[in-house]
């Protein structure tokens, strides 16, 4: 799970292009939105693309990433549970 | 208020029609062309529905007795069908003119030859001529060249409120006294660039589209171009040409929320439509149909239409979206929905909203359903785009 | 009838034009035929939230627009109209080649939502939280020229006080590789990089952000004033005359009156010829001035073109790199006449003078 995160970590910081952050920048329960790392609508839509290319879960409604994407966290939990690569 | 601007001429061509006559007799039975995409390989074929014009580019092109090494896009052969009916129904000639204008909006231009080639453009010599053409200036200047205008031509590029703005520059054109007639309206042919586009952003439904139904899953995409002749008063008196309806307010702002999605309330869509209104000297009241943006967007519906119940204090008057029959033409929808608007207008009649089923929890709007016929005097038409980019027209009798 | 100023200006291009004198370190390029933007600090000017998704033009035009509206001291823009080429070519190439490359697989949204010309219009307009007009031409040669003109009516017709107007294009590399096989750019290996005596086809490809506030109110700061706009897509060589004395003729002016004329020769064989044609008619009493050579060409350089002309009003007079063999001229323009056209397409004419 610790490698999970520390390879999600490293995914989004590459694919959002967050220039100036590092892994350790980013706590696990950090909010990804919003307040927290200031990730937006555009960036939910990257990262069903990274759930979709690199873990093979496919999400159809983009409102489902809500839940999922909150931190680190929660998306490290429905990654070990719903992956199939 | 100022002096209205006159429309005397109109062509179009989308997937209910490659004319006008066509167009009409499709939304008055009922015809949508929505279908599964047949002219464009992609993988997402079998996902999605589109509005496609039910005719290859070889079709196209002999349309248009094109030569056989030609640089044409699809956007500027669909451009080029729509503007020659355009200057057909308005009676004048564009050969050599160097009088008339013409402002054509598209988000396209070349890109669909452009993504066709893109990796053998560099050893293939044959396909090089469709380079240039890559900008979107290039391809409204094919069909300049293609219609003979020789004088003041131009190009907006406002994504999904291109047409509309391309209308409002060429009213502005004739009540500056800088142009007595302009050919103004937008083209957009279908290409793998924008199908991928859209679907990324996960606003491309699965089935027909369903504006302001609260199950409601995205849009259709569509093709299209028309375009409208607008001509000032003197000018339409002189050759004593008859106007089809007047242009008589527009107006443009910017929701400055998102540069994809809409602010909530809509504001920006609010704004435009209410500077519409000032610009024409008419009340909200005044106005017998709306066609509506509608895309079908869970975003774009909820938006417009709170900017509607605001803007007309509740008593929103018959609206329907016509993107149903036609997917969402992008550049080209405002002026697809304008030649539309003006449909309602001569036969006063308003056009049915399809696949609509059940009203959106968040307000008590219904579009109408079915073809209605009533005395329709004033219409408004939406367009809103990426960029938080705001359109309204009024036309009238 | 209102007059039109230009009160603010800010130029990003491959000269340094975002700080110090006019044109008073020129850069020579001298041996490439593709010519890169000078860079600004980004971060000064945008926050890290915002500058992720941007392109090299997007950023450009970000710092541009914001030195003008700085210059022009203005807090409510009436509208924000841009004019580009290519648009964000730079974005449209990345989502291009993601769907070629990987047969329309796992691609994301950004670059192509950043691909959309109206892309920096719209995000200035987000930036200021402007809800005022926004417009984006893409008419090849014609879109600076365009917006220019659409600004110029809005102050002068409609009553409007500040219009913000850009030109905008940047460079990607697969599409300015294009552009070299087919000769609109100059090949890697081709020496005419000194384009006032090229003998070869096709020009120097460079790029720009120029932004400008456009304003109904004359201030300590202001540049010069507007006079007109004028653009057609199609000329002969032989109408150029009739084309440029029918406008001067409606601005009550003649070709006598124009103190200093800016042409746009970039090397080109095929099309210089046209300012052949204008340097004939202006020669006898007007000065001579050029900007490609230091600038490059690209489809929305006619707005750097009226960044020199303002400079120039401004001080009366042009530095000795804008004539040609730097020859030197007269030290009190007050008339200045911009004539453009980009590969025989798209002729434009401004009209400036001091104030």
Not at chain 2, 50 to 55: D, L, N, Q, S, T
Not at chain 3, 216 to 227: F, P
């Amino acid at each position: 799970m610790e490698e999970l995160k520390t390879e999600l970590k490293e995914k989004i910081i590459e694919a959002l292009n967050l220039e100036d952050m590092s892994v350790e920048d980013i706590n696990d329960t950090d909010m990804l939105f919003e307040e927290g790392l200031g990730l937006d609508s555009i960036d939910a839509l990257e990262l069903i693309i990274i759930l979709d290319k690199d873990y093979g879960i496919k999400l159809t409604d983009s409102k489902d990433g809500k839940k999922i994407f909150q931190s680190i966290e929660t998306m490290a939990q429905y990654i070990t549970e719903h992956r199939t690569k | 208020m100022k002096e209205k601007v006159a429309i005397t001429g109109m062509g179009i061509v989308s997937a209910i029609g490659m004319n006008a006559e066509e167009n009409f007799l499709s939304l008055k039975d009922n015809k949508h062309g929505i279908s599964k995409i047949a002219h464009i390989e992609t993988t997402l074929k079998d996902k999605i529905l589109v509005g496609e014009i039910k005719k290859s580019n070889q079709e196209l092109e002999s349309l248009l007795n094109l030569p056989s090494k030609n640089n044409f896009s699809r956007s500027s052969m669909l451009g080029a069908i729509a503007a020659k009916e355009a200057v057909q129904s308005a009676g004048i000639s564009t050969d050599g003119n160097t009088s008339i204008g013409f402002i054509n909006s598209t988000t396209v231009g070349g890109m669909d030859m452009i993504e066709k080639y893109y990796r053998d453009f560099l050893d293939q010599e044959e396909l090089q001529h469709y380079i240039e053409v890559h900008d979107a200036g290039s391809n409204t200047d094919l069909i300049a060249e293609h219609l003979g205008i020789q004088g003041f031509v131009t190009t907006i590029s406002t994504a999904c409120s291109s047409a509309a703005n391309a209308i409002m520059l060429g009213a502005k054109m004739i009540q500056s006294g800088r142009l007595d007639q302009v050919i103004v309206g937008g083209m957009d042919g279908l290409c793998k660039f924008t199908i991928n586009g859209f679907n990324t952003l996960m606003i491309l439904s699965d089935t027909y589209n369903q504006p302001f139904d609260d199950q409601r899953k995205g849009l259709n995409l569509g093709e299209g171009a028309a375009y409208l002749v607008l001509e000032s008063e003197a000018s339409y008196q002189k050759r004593n040409k008859k106007p089809l309806a007047y242009l008589k307010g527009y107006a443009n702002a910017n929701d400055a929320f998102h540069q994809t999605a809409s602010s909530e309330q809509g504001d920006g869509a609010y704004l435009a439509m209410k500077s519409a209104f000032e610009v024409a000297g008419m009340k909200p009241e005044a106005i017998d149909y709306v066609n509506v943006h509608g895309t079908a967007t869970p975003n774009n519906d909820l938006s417009e239409g709170r900017a509607m119940i605001k803007l007309f204090d509740q008593k929103v008057p018959d609206f329907s979206s016509t993107k149903p029959f036609t997917g969402h033409t992008l550049a080209a929808a405002a002026s697809v929905e304008a030649v539309y608007s003006i449909f309602a207008l001569r036969e006063n009649l308003i056009f049915p909203s399809l696949n609509f089923q059940n009203k959106m929890e968040e307000f008590d709007l219904t579009p109408q359903q079915e073809l209605k016929e009533k005395e329709i005097s004033a219409v408004l038409s939406n367009s809103f785009g990426f960029g938080g980019n705001c359109s309204s027209l009024i036309f009238v009798k | 009838m209102e007059r039109c100023y230009i009160n603010g200006m800010g130029c990003i291009s491959v000269q340094n034009t975002f700080e110090g004198n006019f044109l008073e370190h020129p850069i020579v390029y001298s041996d490439t035929n593709i010519i890169y933007a000078v860079k600004p600090n980004y971060k000064a000017f945008i926050p890290p939230a915002a500058i992720r998704r941007m392109s090299s033009g997007v950023k450009n035009s970000i710092v541009a627009s914001a030195l003008a509206i700085e210059q022009a001291q203005v807090n409510e823009l009436d509208g924000i109209i841009t004019g580009t080429g290519m648009g964000c070519i730079q974005d449209s190439e990345k989502f291009l080649e993601k769907m070629i490359d990987f047969n329309e697989e796992y691609l994301t949204p950004t670059s192509f939502i950043q691909s959309t010309h109206n892309t920096v219009s719209g995000q200035i307009a987000l930036k200021l939280k402007c809800n005022a007009y926004n417009f984006t031409y893409v008419n090849t040669g014609g879109s600076f020229p365009s917006a220019l003109l659409d600004g110029l009516m809005q102050i002068k017709n409609e009553g409007k006080n500040n219009i913000l107007i850009g030109g905008i294009d940047e460079i990607a590399d697969y599409t300015f590789k294009l552009y070299q096989t087919i000769g609109h750019i100059k090949k890697d290996n081709e020496e005419s990089y000194h384009i006032l005596e090229s003998r070869s086809e096709g020009c120097v490809g460079g790029e720009g952000s120029t932004f400008f506030v456009l304003s109904n109110e004359k201030q300590d700061q202001t540049y010069a004033e507007v006079l007109d706009a004028h653009l057609v897509n199609k000329l002969k060589k032989e109408q150029l005359e009739g084309f440029i004395n029918n406008f001067l003729q409606r601005n009550n002016m003649n070709i006598s009156d124009v103190d200093a004329v800016v042409l746009g020769n970039n090397g080109d064989v095929n099309f210089d010829t046209y300012y052949d044609e204008a340097e004939r008619l202006f020669k006898s009493n007007s000065d001579l001035l050029y900007y490609k050579h230091l600038f490059g060409e690209f489809m929305t350089a006619p707005s750097i073109a009226v960044w020199i002309a303002s400079n120039v009003l401004k001080e009366g007079k042009a530095p000795s790199v804008l004539y040609k063999n730097n020859e030197k001229g007269s030290d009190s323009i007050k008339t200045v006449l911009i004539y453009n056209q980009y590969r025989g397409k798209d002729h434009s004419l401004t009209l400036l003078k001091n104030v």
